[in-house]
Every structure is written in C-alpha cells, then in structure tokens.
C-alpha cells in the first residue's frame, strides 16, 4: 500500500507527523467527534450530525479551491487542516490577496490520555507552515480565526504571524453551503518570516 500522506516530519519530542487527505467517510466519527465539543464552537459544526459532516467534508473534496486534511502523529488523528485560495473565498473581500496567498484552518484535537503536552500546540502549527509555505511553495498564510477565540489568536500570534485588520466576513447562503457571518481577526504569516535566510 502506498503512503497516503502528502508531507511528513519529525517533530523532536512527539514522534512523526503525517498529513494526509481526508477521507470524508472514513474519517467522519472522528472529525464529528472533535467538531461536536464545546472547545470547537468556533469551527461551527456544534450540533450537526455526523452525516452532515461527512457531507459538507464530501462537498469539498469535490471542490478545486479548498482542501481538508488529517494530521497524524504516529498514525493517531491529532488534527485538521484545511487550505483554501482566498480569491474563491469570503476572506477575499476582507483583505488585499497577494499572489501566493494560502488560507488556512486548524482545528487540533483535544489531549489525550496522557493529558496537554507543553509545546505540542507550536511543534504542529511549525509542520503545518512547512507543508504549506515551502511543501506548497506558498508564500503567505492568512487565517481568519473569530475574534473571540482568544486561544486561536494567540497561538497565530506566538508562532511569528502579524496580526492584521479585524474584519466581517459576509454571511454565505448558498444550496450546498451556510456560513453566518463572522467577525475575524485576520493574521499573515509570510515565507521569508517563518523560514528566514
């Protein structure tokens, strides 16, 4: 069988780190799970179905522009990643796209067993800027986390991004998609910043 993961890396002092697609089927309980606790109110999937989520998770992987996927560490879900192109997302009204502008979200799993451990939150967040910004050949990071999730922001923060405007990204009514809208802080994270030299 071949190795379904698009980036992997060794994060020293957790073990190895691998980010595959998500499979919307096969990964639903988990993803339903995590998406369903009150720590993830934010995500905005509080009290869908698990069968909502596998279908909003099938509609985008029907979609060119947006793109989820799972992190695992040694093989356990740890969290979800998902990237979009901020010209075909409401982000794109808010703020001026640069060429090689990548949209990303992160949503991390809660603790395990064996409890939080100090550094996994940075030590993540560090393999997700290197499958984005250099696996991807991106150049800048925009994420938009709500303004009142206060722990998201300052993780952004602490990882090197520079926080941006707080804007209102527009409520979205479409068939197959309902966002409300959201007001976010928006924060940039550029190549050159998070791998100097």
């Known amino acids: 069988m071949s190795d ?40 905005g999937m509080n009290g869908l179905t698990r069968d909502q989520v596998a279908e909003i998770y099938a509609h985008m992987a029907g979609l060119d522009t947006h793109h989820a996927f799972l992190a695992e560490l040694d093989g356990t879900p740890v969290a979800l990643l998902q990237t979009y192109e901020p010209t075909e997302d409401r982000v794109g009204e808010c703020y001026e796209v640069e060429p090689g502008d990548i949209g990303v979200h992160v949503l991390l799993a809660p603790a395990g067993a064996e409890g939080a451990r100090t550094g996994w939150s940075a030590a993540l967040l560090g393999a997700f800027t290197s499958y984005v910004l250099v ?35 527009p409520e979205i009514d479409l068939p197959d998609v309902y966002l409300p809208e959201k007001k976010a802080q928006l924060a940039f994270l550029r190549r050159e910043v998070a791998f100097p030299g």
């Open 4 to 43: 379904p993961h698009v980036y992997e890396q060794v994060l020293d002092g957790f073990g190895t780190v691998g980010i595959r697609p998500l499979d919307a089927e096969g990964d639903a309980d988990v993803v339903h799970g995590w998406v369903s606790e009150e720590r993830a109110a934010f995500w």
């Open 135 to 169: 696996g991807l050949g991106r150049r800048r990071i925009v994420v938009d986390p709500d303004v009142r999730n206060e722990k998201a922001v300052a993780r952004f923060l602490r990882h090197g991004f520079e926080a941006g405007p707080v804007v209102t990204l």
